[in-house]
C-alpha cells in the first residue's frame, strides 16, 4: 500500500539510524525531517527521500 506524500514508509524508519551515533530516528511530519535527538540533527526529506548526510542535516534548536 502506497504512503501518502508526508509520511515514511514504517519498514524504512526502522532500519535507518543516524550516520553519526548510530542511534534511532524519529519522523517529523510537521518538518518533514528524520529527528536525531541524540546528535541534536534534522536530516532533511526529499521528493520522498532521506538525504542521510550530516553536511546536509541542519542542528536542532
Given at each position: 500500500m502506497?504512503?501518502?506524500?508526508?509520511?515514511?514508509?514504517?519498514?524504512?524508519?526502522?532500519?535507518?539510524?543516524?550516520?553519526l551515533?548510530?542511534g534511532?530516528?524519529?519522523?517529523s511530519?510537521?518538518?518533514?525531517?528524520?529527528?536525531?535527538?541524540?546528535?541534536?540533527?534534522?536530516?532533511?526529506?526529499?521528493?520522498g527521500i532521506?538525504?542521510?548526510?550530516?553536511?546536509e542535516?541542519?542542528e536542532?534548536?
Open positions: 502506497p504512503h501518502p506524500q508526508n509520511s515514511v514508509d514504517p519498514k524504512l524508519l526502522e532500519i535507518l539510524v543516524c550516520p551515533t548510530k534511532p530516528l524519529k519522523f511530519s510537521k518538518t518533514q525531517e528524520l529527528i536525531s535527538e541524540k546528535a541534536g540533527l534534522a536530516y532533511p526529506i526529499r521528493d532521506p538525504i542521510m548526510l550530516e553536511s542535516a541542519r536542532l534548536t
